[in-house]
Structures are given as structure tokens and as C-alpha cells.
């Protein structure tokens, strides 16, 4: 094996079963992987997972860890997963792998998330068209806690809205608010290269400034954008033990008659995120579960 070097990344190429991928994807998610794509074979019926790990961090015991961390999930659909291939490639093996296997994609009735480097497809001419170049950050959409987030912003539009969006990733949902009629979107991510991701992509939508602002950060970094201001939309496509962690500290971005999106949550983790949230003086309106994934609508009381 090559020694491990600062610009290179370590490659997973998983072939996976379909019902697999959502909670394999959780899992890498939950362990700070987020450079995450599943290529998809029609032709075969088969899928491959893969995943860059920064060589310079993952040893080959950290590696074999992963694996044993991984498989328990085949287990409860009476599965094995199959060995993993590891190979060491450059920086841009990401990205170029994005643009072989990422195509247009339509989601819900009115949104089209259609990637930077192709024309627009003829037959979704009247769709509301999110450009997207997502780098190395997640979100292209693709995943079910982001359709979740997007179809409901479609289902009860943002008109004239402020919205916020934590853990912004490549920007998704701050485009699409704004295209479904919020007036401003302020975004945040703790990861630098979504903050850049997201800036690239604004512009790649022709943003403005005053439509949408990534910061770097959290909370704290959106309150400070804010300056005492408050949003009327919080939206939040974290993991659930993260929104759990940070929920009582949304309300003081929020004004009173303010709503949260909250995604990233397994279903089996919505009972209890739901307890947490309504002690803290949410109401919790609605579940929507996409497969294993679910998003509460919550508002303050
Ligand atoms: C599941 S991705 C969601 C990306 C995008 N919003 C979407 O819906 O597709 C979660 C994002 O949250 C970011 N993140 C994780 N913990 C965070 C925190 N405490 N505050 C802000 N961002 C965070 C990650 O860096 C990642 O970009």
C-alpha cells in the first residue's frame, strides 16, 4: 500500500443492495464522512457506494474499523456486505466522479436541480431550475433527507419569508427557498468547504448578497449575521443527535411566529428527538418519512 499522503484521498467502492444505501449513507454521515456518491448501473442492477476518506487520517486499521462499524446495518435486512475496494487517488477523482454519474434531477412537482454543466432538458423547460455544482459538499438533492426538506418547501412555499439554513452543505435548500419565494436566505455550515461550495453555487445562480449569505459556523454565526434580527424559517438537515444538541438554541434565531424544518433524522430517532424538542416548547405539527428518513415541522407555541 502507498503511505498516506495530505493531498490524497482514500477511495471506497462498496457494491451495495438498493435497500442499503440510505443507511449506509447515515452512517458514514454520522462518522464525518461527508464525500459520499452512489453510482447507479441500470444496465447491471447494481450500485456501488463510494466514499473519499482523507488519506493523511485514515490509517488501515482506521479503514478495517469503518467496515466493522458498517456491517451491523446489513444485518436486519438479512444481508452481507460485500469486501471493499480501497485505492489512493487524486484530489479530483471527487468531482470527476460526481459529473460521470449525476444527471438532472426533477423533484416534487415544480423543482428541477439541474448540474452546472448540462443544458436543460427540453421536457422540464417549466421547471424552477437550482444549479448545482456541489463539489465536495453534500447536497445534490439526490439523498432522502434532502428531497424531504425540498418537497416540503415546495408543499407549503416560503413566500416573502426569511429563511435560515444550518448545515447549508452545497446550498440546496437556500436556492430553493428563494426560488419558491423567500425574500432572503442566510446559511451557515461548520465545514469550509461547503461554506465555498455554497458561495460558488450562488453565484452560479446569480445571487446576490442580498438574497444569500453563507457563513462559517453554527448558531452562533448565524446570530451574529443576524444582529439581534430574527428569520421566520429555520431550516436544518443535520443528524438527529446534532439537532437534538442544538435545538435550544434556535428559538433565538427565530421570530415568535417562527417554523423549523428539521431533516437528517432517522425515523426511529423521531420519537425521542420529538420528546426533546416539545419539552423545550416546540410543537411539533407534522412527521413526513421518506423510507427510513423523517422531517419534523415544528413550530414555537
Ligand atoms: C446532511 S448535510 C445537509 C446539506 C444540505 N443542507 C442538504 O440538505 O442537502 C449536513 C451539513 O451540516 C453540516 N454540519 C454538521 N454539523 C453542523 C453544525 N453543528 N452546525 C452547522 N453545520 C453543521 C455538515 O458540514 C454538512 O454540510
Known amino acids: 500500500m502507498n503511505s498516506a499522503s495530505a493531498c490524497c484521498w482514500w477511495r471506497l467502492a462498496l457494491p451495495i443492495a438498493d435497500e442499503l444505501e440510505e443507511s449506509l ?10 464525500r459520499i456518491a452512489v453510482q447507479h448501473v441500470p444496465e447491471k ?3 456501488t457506494l463510494l ?3 482523507p488519506s493523511s487520517e485514515w490509517s488501515e486499521s482506521d479503514r478495517d474499523q469503518l467496515m466493522v462499524n458498517l456491517r451491523p446495518l446489513a444485518e436486519p435486512f438479512g444481508l452481507q456486505l460485500a469486501n471493499p475496494t480501497w485505492c489512493e487517488v487524486a484530489d479530483e477523482d471527487w468531482s470527476l466522479n460526481w459529473k460521470q454519474h449525476w444527471q438532472s434531477d426533477p423533484v416534487g ?14 421536457e422540464y423547460a417549466d421547471r424552477l431550475v437550482v444549479r448545482m455544482d456541489p463539489g465536495s459538499a453534500f447536497g445534490t438533492g439526490s439523498h432522502p433527507s434532502t428531497r424531504l426538506c425540498l418537497e416540503a418547501l415546495e408543499k407549503n412555499p416560503p413566500l416573502g419569508l426569511r429563511v435560515a439554513d444550518l448545515g ?21 455550515d461548520t465545514d469550509s468547504q461547503a461554506v465555498c461550495a455554497s458561495r460558488a453555487n450562488a453565484e452560479l445562480n446569480q ?35 446534532v439537532i437534538e444538541a442544538l435545538a435550544s438554541s434556535f428559538d433565538q434565531l427565530l421570530s415568535a411566529n417562527g417554523r423549523c424544518l428539521l431533516s437528517g433524522l432517522l425515523v426511529d ?20 418519512v421518506q423510507g427510513c428518513w423523517g422531517l419534523l415541522d415544528v413550530s414555537k407555541r
Open 25 to 34: 449513507i447515515w452512517k458514514l454521515t454520522e462518522l464525518g464522512i461527508s
Open 45 to 47: 442492477a447494481e450500485r
Open 51 to 53: 466514499a473519499w476518506l
Open 109 to 122: 412537482q415544480r423543482l428541477l436541480i439541474l448540474p452546472a454543466w448540462l443544458d436543460l432538458p427540453q
Open 168 to 188: 447549508c452543505g452545497s446550498g440546496v435548500l437556500g436556492f430553493a427557498a428563494l426560488g419558491f419565494g423567500a425574500r432572503q436566505v442566510l446559511a451557515a
Open 207 to 241: 445571487l446576490d448578497l442580498d438574497r444569500f449569505r453563507v457563513v462559517h459556523g453554527s448558531v452562533d454565526a448565524l446570530s451574529a449575521q443576524l444582529q439581534g434580527e430574527v428569520v421566520d424559517l429555520l431550516l436544518c438537515n443535520i443528524l438527529a443527535p
Open 269 to 288: 430517532q423521531a420519537p425521542r428527538l420529538q420528546v426533546v424538542l416539545e419539552a423545550l416548547g416546540w410543537r411539533v405539527n407534522s412527521l413526513t
